[in-house]
């Protein structure tokens, strides 16, 4: 059985193909052109491969899609968990038309060809950017909650499961489950691998990276958001935690039709309270200072999760923001 894993060079696609190496039989095929990824990840991927021929990997950019077609010819890919993207919000907004090539355009390609060749399994790394600014009275958002993207990036993902949504109604024997992550973070808890992203832009990292003095400070983008303490309060969720999800995801689609998955804890924590507890884990006091806010920013993003854990069985076992955190700080001394 092969699976066609795009990204996986990447933070969040290197932690599925590690679960994906030791919890099934795939022969995992690998397109990432290393935009945010590194070789390295894909090697320390291929020495955790007792047999050394599961993994295959290209180094293609997914927007070439004569050669990602060869690709195709080459295997008999039927399932494909798809990460390639680009994903900082701020950038997003200053080069939008960047996000919906990469985001829209490219995923439409990969779907077409998708389509052409046979693939009857396609799990979406969505997000939860495409819900924007929630209404109060809405948060948790579920998945049926209205979505209302505020920024490109957003906007590019909830494109792409449009394009999804109406290809698998068009083509009954394309099945999808579409996962929409909140706040990933954290990193493998056996230490091998983690986020390894240049600079990077996430919260959780950002303030490992501070802990460890490899930056002099950190700042808060914004105090005076309506929430407890004025800053903006996100629901994060453990790596390894959201890699179960896919491979759930996976076997979810041999008996069940196609659908859409919110993927959080449930909770939400503020960026002070992030940032107190990275201090508390590194044993550090690390300095910080407020600045204004951050483009494209919505205050209050928490999901609902109930659908997941009722419908997939997902059941989380490292909901605990000192665990994310530590195993965060922990990947970063070792980078
Ligand atoms: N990190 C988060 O908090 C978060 C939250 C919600 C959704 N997501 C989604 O999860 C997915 C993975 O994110 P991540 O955090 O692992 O990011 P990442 O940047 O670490 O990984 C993305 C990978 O895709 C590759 N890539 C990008 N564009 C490509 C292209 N055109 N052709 C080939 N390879 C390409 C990159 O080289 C990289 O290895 C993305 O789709 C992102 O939108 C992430
Ligand atoms: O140095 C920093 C970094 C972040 N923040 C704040 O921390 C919060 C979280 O920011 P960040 O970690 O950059 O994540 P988001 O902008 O919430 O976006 C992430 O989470 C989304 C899902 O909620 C995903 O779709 C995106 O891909 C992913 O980057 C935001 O309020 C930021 O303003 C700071 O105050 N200082």
């Not at 579920?142 to 505020?150: A, D, F, L, N, Y």
């Not at 002099?216 to 407890?228: E, L, P, R, V």
């Not at 910080?288 to 989380?316: E, F, H, Q, Y």
Request: hydrophobic share 35%; charged share 25%.
């Amino acid at each position: 059985m092969q699976i066609l894993v795009t990204g996986a060079a990447g933070y969040i696609g290197s932690h599925v193909v590690k679960q994906l190496l030791e919890q099934t039989d795939y022969e995992i095929i690998i397109i990432d052109n290393l935009c945010t990824g590194f070789e390295t990840t894909i090697n320390t991927l291929k020495s955790l491969d007792s047999t050394n021929k599961r993994i295959k990997y290209y180094n293609q950019n997914l927007s070439e899609w004569e050669k990602v077609e060869d690709i195709f010819k080459e295997n008999n890919i039927k399932e494909i968990i798809h990460f390639a993207a680009s994903l900082v919000v701020p950038e997003s907004v200053e080069q939008p038309l960047k996000y919906y090539l990469n985001n829209t355009a490219n995923t439409a390609n990969l779907i077409q060809i998708a389509t052409k060749y046979g693939v009857n399994k396609f799990i979406f790394s969505s997000t939860a950017a495409v819900y924007g600014e929630p209404n109060k009275e809405d948060i948790p958002v579920s998945e049926t909650t209205r979505t209302s993207p505020i920024n490109p990036y957003g906007s590019s993902k909830l494109f792409s499961e449009s394009v999804i949504k109406d290809t698998a109604f068009a083509n009954e024997t394309f099945k999808f489950v579409i996962l929409r992550y909140f706040n990933v973070a954290g990193a493998d808890v056996d230490g091998k691998i983690g986020q390894s992203t240049l600079n990077a832009t996430h919260l959780i990292k950002v303030a490992a990276e501070t802990a460890l003095n490899k930056r002099a400070k950190m700042s808060i983008f914004g105090d005076d958001y309506d929430t407890q303490d004025g800053t903006c309060i996100r629901d994060y969720i453990h790596v390894c935690d959201l890699a179960d999800a896919h491979l759930k995801a996976l076997k979810y689609l041999d008996t069940n039709p196609s659908d859409i998955f919110n993927c959080g804890y449930g909770y939400g924590y503020s960026v002070k309270e992030v940032i107190d507890t990275m201090k508390k884990v590194s044993n550090t006091d690390f300095k910080v200072d407020i600045v204004p806010r951050r483009a494209g920013d919505p205050s209050t993003l928490i999901s609902n999760n109930t659908k997941i854990k009722t419908k997939m069985n997902w059941t989380p076992k490292y909901n605990d923001l000192e665990l994310i955190c530590k195993t965060a700080l922990d990947w970063e001394k070792n980078l």
